[in-house]
């Protein structure tokens, strides 16, 4: 049997011994022994029974990131890519049987790639209000000689009803200012820093500010389809408050779980690949210790590798 090859010393990706995972894995609840509410868990089984066993009219806000429409391998199973009929039917089922959970101030986020998009957009409106389209660019994609480089995913955001959460000015975007205005000889809209010139912005539906996890990243796993923290950030701020409670169904390893923990928010995650149970437990223990946010802090968003940058030039000064 060939040895695995020793991470480098920066690689930060989470792994854990077989023994490890059967310890996080105890800790988390199978989806057939759900009674009530089982906030702050972690579920592990198949989402359809989840979201069947859970209460009426409970969650503040579900964020979707189902399998795309993709030929994929997650852990030990295999998604098959459907015709789009099929993959409508698929969409459809899991929105019949997340809705009774929702309250009517709910809101909805569904993480989709451009062709999955075409789909759930169109089920979306009817079963709810859709707000707006977010196109996050997540920079990294496969290089393709007859096509365009697919290097973004959409975000569908609904509501419920008219009556929801939106803290826009929880999720205002700190950017560097290129053309620094003066009236009266005082900045407009800016502050002058010691690490520069920054406005904060009102944040729009082009998100160029995340990138995916990568190696050198504490929160990165081996995951093949791991979604930011920073990303489960924005919407969390945004579209609830301290001590909501937010749903995942297709939980994968843990981040919306990991992030509503270090925003002080609820949270129920379900996933059925008991490996990524595992790392979604590991990553909560982390978090008790680490509730950082990256790419996040003063209550803003910065723009990518502004911190960098900055931690850089500190560096420099001593």
Same mark, same amino acid.
């Not at 690689?11 to 105890?26: D, H, K, Q």
């Not at 079963?127 to 480089?149: H, P």
């Given at each position: 049997?060939?040895?695995?090859?020793?991470?480098?010393?920066?690689?930060?990706?989470?792994?854990?011994?077989?023994?490890?995972?059967?310890?996080?894995?105890?800790?988390?609840?199978?989806?057939?022994?759900?009674?009530?509410?089982?906030?702050?868990?972690?579920?592990?089984?198949?989402?359809?029974?989840?979201?069947?066993?859970?209460?009426?009219?409970?969650?503040?806000?579900?964020?979707?990131?189902?399998? #795309?429409?993709?030929?994929?391998?997650?852990?030990?199973?295999?998604?098959?890519?459907?015709?789009?009929?099929?993959?409508?039917?698929?969409?459809?089922?899991?929105?019949?049987?997340?809705?009774?959970?929702?309250?009517?101030?709910?809101?909805?986020?569904?993480?989709?790639?451009?062709?999955?998009?075409?789909?759930?957009?169109?089920?979306?409106?009817?079963?709810?209000?859709?707000?707006?389209?977010?196109?996050?660019?997540?920079?990294?994609?496969?290089?393709?000689?007859?096509?365009?480089?697919?290097?973004?995913?959409?975000?569908?955001?609904?509501?419920?009803?008219?009556?929801?959460?939106?803290?826009?000015?929880?999720?205002?975007?700190?950017?560097?200012?290129?053309?620094?205005?003066?009236?009266?000889?005082?900045?407009?809209?800016?502050?002058?820093?010691?690490?520069?010139?920054?406005?904060?912005? #009102?944040?729009?539906?082009?998100?160029?500010?995340?990138?995916?996890? #990568?190696?050198?990243?504490?929160?990165?796993?081996?995951?093949?389809?791991?979604?930011?923290?920073?990303?489960?950030?924005?919407?969390?701020?945004?579209?609830?408050?301290?001590?909501?409670?937010?749903?995942?169904?297709?939980?994968?390893?843990?981040?919306?779980?990991?992030?509503?923990?270090?925003?002080?928010?609820?949270?129920?995650?379900?996933?059925?690949?008991?490996?990524?149970?595992?790392?979604?437990?590991?990553?909560?223990?982390?978090?008790?210790?680490?509730?950082?946010?990256?790419?996040?802090?003063?209550?803003?968003?910065?723009?990518?590798?502004?911190?960098?940058?900055?931690?850089?030039?500190?560096?420099?000064?001593?």
């Amino acid at each position: 049997m060939q040895e695995r090859k020793q991470p480098a010393p920066r690689n930060r990706t989470i792994r854990l011994s077989p023994e490890e995972e059967a310890r996080c894995l105890e800790r988390c609840l199978p989806v057939t022994q759900i009674e009530g509410l089982p906030e702050n868990q972690i579920l592990h089984g198949d989402a359809f029974e989840a979201l069947r066993r859970l209460p009426d009219e409970c969650v503040d806000l579900l964020i979707v990131d189902p399998p #795309y429409n993709l030929n994929k391998t997650f852990g030990q199973r295999v998604f098959r890519r459907m015709d789009a009929a099929e993959y409508a039917a698929f969409t459809r089922s899991w929105l019949e049987t997340a809705r009774h959970t929702l309250k009517k101030t709910a809101s909805v986020y569904v993480c989709c790639d451009w062709m999955s998009s075409l789909v759930i957009g169109n089920l979306l409106g009817e079963y709810f209000t859709v707000r707006n389209r977010i196109t996050w660019q997540r920079e990294k994609g496969r290089g393709s000689l007859k096509n365009w480089k697919n290097a973004q995913e959409d975000i569908w955001f609904a509501t419920v009803s008219g009556a929801y959460t939106f803290n826009v000015q929880a999720v205002m975007q700190r950017r560097r200012v290129i053309a620094p205005y003066r009236e009266n000889g005082k900045p407009k809209d800016w502050v002058e820093t010691a690490d520069g010139r920054f406005r904060d912005t #009102y944040p729009s539906n082009f998100w160029d500010d995340i990138s995916i996890p #990568y190696w050198s990243m504490p929160e990165n796993t081996d995951h093949p389809a791991q979604k930011p923290e920073k990303l489960m950030a924005k919407l969390i701020l945004a579209s609830s408050n301290p001590g909501d409670l937010v749903l995942d169904p297709f939980g994968g390893v843990g981040t919306s779980a990991v992030v509503a923990k270090k925003l002080g928010r609820r949270f129920i995650c379900v996933e059925r690949e008991a490996e990524y149970c595992a790392l979604a437990i590991r990553r909560l223990e982390m978090a008790e210790t680490d509730p950082s946010i990256q790419g996040y802090s003063d209550g803003v968003f910065w723009e990518r590798n502004t911190l960098v940058e900055q931690a850089r030039r500190a560096r420099r000064k001593k």
